[in-house]
């Protein structure tokens, strides 16, 4: 996919998404988020495709926020329009059957932390800032903020952090689970690409209903979770990535994994 603002590539199994408006810090409008759901739908469709990073273009920022020109005029329909827009596009990205790490380059401010949240693994630059500055403009986070955010940091880390606007640094959003991992700047991509490729070298099946079973898991109480995973667990060996893998590990050789 080659869009105005987003750029896809696939490398062997891993495809790389990029937010490529510079010239806003990569800021979400209404045609960013329209093609960055395309690229999540086309990496859906690709066979080969079996892990997204996403990232932002340039070495300032991943996503700095929506684009704050474009809101300042928004009725209270308008404002509600691309709440909703905002949110579907990253449901999308959460609910897609295959994993997604988000590589935090620079800044992940307003939704480009929403987005970084939507993503499975957060894999953040030792110089990123993260946080969800909206009170500052008089609004609230709306592209699931308020509802991701206290579900990975919890209830009272989350509100002091909404409330207060203030952005962490990198370490700081690492100690409190907000990302995943932090490294160097001028490693971000190539250690976000090991990990892609690890994670794509795995049954791509096993890993589908793994995502599944935890987003589900995470809105259901424990023994509704619970009897989810023995579903999925089982639903496992129907499949030929099951037989492929136990009996490569028995014969001490390794999985060819096709992904059915």
Do not use: W
């Not at 009170?135 to 209830?155: D, M």
């Amino acid at each position: 996919m080659n869009g105005e603002f987003v750029h896809t590539a696939r490398e062997a199994t891993v495809t790389i998404l990029t937010i490529d408006r510079q010239s806003a810090l990569n800021a979400l409008n209404a045609r960013v988020l329209q093609e960055l759901l395309a690229g999540v739908r086309e990496f859906e469709a690709d066979p080969e495709a079996r892990v997204m990073i996403i990232t932002g273009a340039g070495e300032k920022a991943f996503v700095a926020g929506a684009d704050i020109a474009a809101m300042s005029k928004m009725s209270v329909r308008e404002g509600r329009e691309f709440a909703n827009l905002g949110q579907s596009v990253f449901s999308a990205i959460e609910n897609t059957p295959k994993p997604v790490i988000a590589a935090i380059n620079g800044y992940a401010l307003g939704g480009g932390c929403e987005l970084a949240m939507a993503c499975d693994i957060r894999i953040a630059s030792e110089k990123a800032k993260i946080g969800q500055p909206e009170v500052n403009l008089g609004i609230i986070p709306g592209f699931g903020g308020t509802q991701r955010l206290p579900r990975l940091v919890g209830r009272g880390k989350a509100k002091e952090l909404i409330f207060s606007a203030v952005a962490l640094d990198a370490a700081s959003a690492e100690k409190i689970g907000l990302v995943d991992a932090v490294v160097p700047a001028d490693q971000l991509l190539a250690k976000v690409r090991e990990l892609a490729a690890l994670i794509a070298s795995k049954g791509p099946v096993a890993v589908s209903l793994a995502k599944a079973a935890i987003n589900r898991g995470l809105d259901v109480d424990l023994q509704s979770g619970l009897a989810y995973e023995a579903a999925v667990f089982g639903e496992c060996f129907s499949t030929e990535d099951q037989r492929e893998g136990m009996e490569a590990f028995l014969s001490k050789k390794k999985a060819e994994f096709k992904g059915k």
